[in-house]
Structures are given as C-alpha cells and as structure tokens.
Nanobody, 121 residues
Framework: QVQLVESGGGLVQPGGSLRLSCAAS????????MNWYRQAPGKQRELVAA???????NYVDSVKGRFTISRDSAKNTVFLQMNSLKPEDTGVYYC???????????????WGQGTQVTVSS
C-alpha cells in the first residue's frame, strides 16, 4: 500500500508564494519520478512539474521561472515552491509518483488526494 499525503495549499494574493509538500509512504522499492499536476475548474488535469530519479526536471511553460520542484529522496518527499502566483494558477494540485512497490512488480502511478490553491485578491 502506497500513500501520498499533500500539504501547503491555501488562499494567496496575486504575486504571493506558496510551498506544497508531498510525502510518499508505504511499501516502496524505488521511485522513478515525483510530479505535480493541477486541475483548474472546467479544465483537464495538466502536468505542472516533474522530477526524475536521474535529476531531470521538467516544467510546463506557463510556470517556468516561477515554480521550483525539488525532492528529499531520503524522505520520499517532493516540494513545489510557487512564487509570483497568478489567478490562472488556481486549481487543485495533485501529487503523483511513478514507483515500484517491490522488485518483482512493475512501475505504477500513485496519486495524492489533492490540495486547493486559490490565487485571488
């Protein structure tokens, strides 16, 4: 059983900052990537940022230069530092990880419950 627990969402004014955290726990053999998605009202879920075991980091164009993804591998935790927030960043942010629960099992997708981020004056 794998669990992802997110924290750090909330209401912030435009130009403000928030830091999201997500900790993975349970039966984990190895993690290929830890990622943040978001879903705005009436829109499809989109990948915001991804960090791979190799160290490769990817961002969606709309957050480049404003968001920073990082991880603490020892604690299976991923962070998303969000600066210069805009109203269009509003949505539910979901933590996602691609991992193997054991050596004998393949990689699977696991999701957190989501945390609301609202950017509004």
């Amino acid at each position: 059983q794998v669990q992802l627990v997110e924290s750090g969402g909330g209401l912030v004014q435009p130009g403000g900052s928030l830091r999201l955290s997500c900790a993975a726990s349970g039966t984990i053999f190895d993690i290929n990537s830890m990622n943040w998605y978001r879903q705005a009202p009436g829109k499809q879920r989109e990948l915001v940022a991804a960090i791979f075991i190799s160290g490769t980091i990817n961002y969606v164009d709309s957050v480049k230069g404003r968001f920073t993804i990082s991880r603490d591998s020892a604690k299976n935790t991923v962070f998303l530092q969000m600066n210069s927030l805009k109203p269009e960043d509003t949505g539910v942010y979901y933590c996602n990880t691609v991992l193997r629960p054991s050596r004998s099992r393949g990689y699977g997708n696991y999701w957190g419950q989501g945390t609301q981020v609202t950017v509004s004056s």
